[in-house]
């Protein structure tokens, strides 16, 4: 008959049940990596992204039952008065406080304090852990003791195991001979290698100082040894930010030669940090000599805030701007920084910067070029339904074919938005404000006032149809100096004006829409014609106003039915128009759907644009006829066609088809382009492309992507990939090919690689 004991008999065999909160602390000497190397590896991670992530707000305690009693099972006890030993033996558990730990006999000496487990020792913690051992002989205060045949299987699967576990103080844990592995057993054979497994000749956890280090540690792969270090040391148990070395980067390319990156992360404060990151660097061009570069990261979290500053430098050769002569020993270096505040419940501040000595330094370091660099300081407010935004820009352009002399000073730049509270009939009003003062070192200077008060009515009739009717006034104010009047005509003589401009332009807009519903077994199809009426002056815009907003156009099934077709204020989209179009929609009742929609505008009322609208797909009475069309009935098969097609010559101006095909594990892309020339183009732009992903074994993905230029008859882009993810490893290598440059995203024609390695618990590898 098993005995069941509590209160006073075996009162120190509790104690027994902490084994597992040591046995927990040398397991993570390995396992827990998310805590403690992982950890910093994520820290570098975040840097990555600008910030450390924000504080964990305080979680309320769990109230667990404060019962200390302890609770006994065996099949036999018994007290040695005389030796002042309890004893229970036989499929013994000992529990309290969630944790329980088992043994063939557990023994507790009241005159040696000693606690002893022996036979299948297996304990359960809270965590979901389980650690197994032959033997263990502890005190009952924990600080000195030890377990034979340590072995553990952790809440994620990984597995840990070491010779002997010794608690040599109140702070100090060691494991001898231990190995580590998150990788599964082998379901057919168990007893094969993992694909990769720690081994180390003593671990020591020190929770004072928080560390866990290693001693003569080396990783298997397969068995074999791939690396060895004499010393290491991570963040212990549950340690989010600690000083150390972040994992190592390594990049290539011509012009920025072989490039090893070391980072070592440096704490300063629960809420701050600093990363230095040393660069040495081998060949190049023009300066092939071995040199270095350094980069600093400093980060902090304020009460009601967060921001990083970023820098770094170096003395080395360089191509001059035209790259026809070289600096020699020239400073380079870049700063960056992004920051936001909150003000207070309304408000809040921010800026983003980017700048660099010279247009190549960014991408010869891979620090992130673009075409142009943008700095950006903003204040904005958000009450109720209105916001407010006060901002500032300036520019540097990376590329040798822009003229950084050209590029906008834009301070300041205030914008107003507000919409009111539903009144009679549901209407709205709402209000657009704003100022854009430009200022260039070369080039057209321009400052402007604008203000577009609206007046919106929906309503839905008895039948069903909807209308929409916005009555609106936009006005603006520039004053303007060397402007260019013929910018947007080529063939007129160069002449330039200044002074002061002012432009109204009011404007009805009336949207009615008509949704027909036909449900069926199968299928429920919505079918919707749509008309747009559009009545405004034809006068409005001016010569005299530089188009710093509104340059780009597209007309497509988006902006059709728009009532300002521009994407700024800059040009006002003058002239009275009707708009038609038709929308049809088809629902699979199962799931998928399918989707057709035309459109086209007849513009009664030419206006005047005052800008070249050549090939625009509104130059003309009847606009271009703009359409859509989706079918997706299922999740296998996604297929995609846009068009725009001049009505006069039924040209095609834009054709797009987009077709995605095959399950997750063989999906086939495919597309084609084609758009018009422009005043910018000598030619039509043709393309295609065509790209492949499979996952072609369990653990195997592969992908495969490319574009060709069908008026160059050439390739332009090629890429692939090839991956291996298991539950403890990750393998990753892209490559890729561009034939012009500027093609990607550094700058470089050429070939590219980047490859990654990944071991779970441990952090990566990148390249």
């Known amino acids: 008959m098993r005995s069941w004991l509590t209160g006073k008999l075996l009162p120190r065999l509790a104690l027994g049940v902490c084994l597992s909160v040591a046995c927990s602390a040398l397991t993570v000497a390995i396992a827990d990596n998310e805590s403690a190397l992982p950890d910093v590896q994520q820290q570098h991670q975040q840097q990555k992204k600008g910030f450390l992530a924000p504080p964990k707000p305080a979680q309320p305690e769990v109230n667990l039952p404060n019962d200390s009693t302890v609770r006994v099972i065996a099949d036999e006890t018994g007290y040695d008065k005389d030796l002042g030993v309890y004893v229970a033996r036989g499929h013994v558990q000992v529990s309290k406080n969630g944790k329980v730990a088992m043994a063939d006999t557990i023994a507790y000496n009241e005159r040696t304090k000693r606690i002893i487990a022996s ?58 001979q231990a190995v580590y592995t998150p990788c599964l057993p082998c379901q057919t054979d168990p007893s094969r290698m993992p694909l990769w497994q720690v081994k180390a000749a003593e671990v020591i956890r020190d929770t004072d100082a928080q560390t866990i280090t290693y001693h003569n540690a080396w990783m298997e792969m397969w068995g074999v040894p791939v690396f060895w270090t004499p010393y290491f040391r991570h963040p212990d148990i549950g340690v989010q930010r600690q000083s150390g070395l972040l994992s190592p980067g390594f990049a290539y390319s011509k012009k920025g030669g072989f490039q ?172 657009d404000a704003g100022t854009m003062n430009i200022v260039r070192r070369d080039g057209e200077n321009q400052f402007r006032l604008s203000g577009a008060p609206s007046w919106t009515l929906p309503y839905t009739s008895p039948f069903g149809d909807i209308y929409r009717l916005t009555l609106s006034v936009q006005g603006s104010f520039y004053a303007s100096h060397d402007i260019d009047e013929t910018a947007d005509d080529p063939s007129a003589s160069n002449t330039s004006s200044s002074g002061t401009t002012a432009r109204i332009l009011p404007k009805a807009d009336l949207l009615w829409r008509y949704p027909f519903i036909r449900p069926g077994e199968n299928f429920t199809q919505v079918i919707e014609p749509m008309v747009q009426l559009v009545a405004a002056p034809k006068f409005g815009n001016s010569s005299q106003v530089s188009n710093e907003d509104s340059r780009f156009f597209e007309l497509d099934e988006n902006r059709l039915f728009s009532a300002n077709r521009f994407v700024g204020i800059d040009r006002y989209d003058t002239g009275s128009r009707v708009t038609y179009g038709l929308n049809w929609t088809g629902y699979f009742n ?115 992507y490319g574009t060709y230029d069908i008026h160059e008859s050439e390739i332009s882009t090629v890429s692939a990939g090839l991956a291996y993810l298991d539950e403890c490893f990750g393998l990753s290598l892209d490559v890729s090919y561009a034939l012009h440059n500027g093609t990607l995203d550094d700058g470089y024609s050429g070939l590219t690689t980047f490859f990654q390695i990944s071991f779970k618990n441990l952090g990566s590898i990148k390249g």
């Open 260 to 431: 090893l990156r070391i980072p070592y992360f440096q704490t300063i404060g629960p809420d701050k940090d600093l990363t230095f990151t040393p660069v040495f660097r081998v060949d190049g061009e023009p300066d092939s000599s071995p040199g270095a570069m350094g980069m600093i990261q400093y980060r902090e979290r304020l009460t009601d805030g967060m921001f990083s500053l970023t820098g770094s430098m170096t003395i080395q050769d360089r191509f001059s701007s035209s790259g026809n002569n070289v600096h020699d020993n020239s400073f380079r270096g870049h700063i960056e920084g992004t920051g936001l505040f909150d003000l207070d419940e309304n408000w809040r501040a921010g800026f983003d910067f980017k700048n660099t000595t010279d247009k190549d330094y960014l991408r010869d370091y891979h620090l992130g070029a673009t075409r142009w660099l943008e700095d950006n300081a903003y204040v904005e407010g958000f009450f109720g339904r209105s916001y407010a935004s006060a901002q500032a820009y300036s520019f540097q352009s990376t590329k040798d074919d822009l003229d950084g002399d050209t590029a906008p000073f834009v301070t300041p730049k205030l914008d107003y938005n507000f919409i009111s509270e539903p009144m009679w009939a549901n209407s709205f009003v709402s209000f």
């Open 590 to 704: 199962q799931e998928g759907q399918t989707n057709i929609f035309l459109g086209q505008s007849y513009q009664f009322l030419k206006g005047e644009h005052d800008q070249d609208l050549e090939d625009s797909g509104i130059d003309q009475s009847f606009s271009d006829v703009v359409g859509r069309a989706t079918f997706s009935p299922n999740q296998y098969l996604d297929l995609s066609y846009r068009f725009r097609t001049d009505t006069h010559g039924w040209d095609m101006k834009h054709q797009e088809v987009q077709v995605a095909a095959g399950p997750t594990d063989f999906r086939v892309s495919a597309g084609y382009i084609a758009l018009s020339k422009t005043l910018d183009d000598s030619h039509k732009r043709e393309f295609a492309s065509l790209g492949l992903t499979t996952q072609f074994a369990t653990y195997w993905s592969a992908r495969i």
């Open 119 to 176: 036979g299948h020792v297996a304990i359960l913690d809270t965590d979901g852990n389980t650690y197994f051992g032959t033997y263990a002989d502890i005190t009952d205060d924990f600080n000195d003791g030890y377990m034979n045949g340590f072995r553990g299987l952790m809440a994620d699967q990984s597995r840990l195991a070491a010779n002997k576990m010794t608690r040599i103080d109140a702070t100090h844990t060691r494991l001898n």
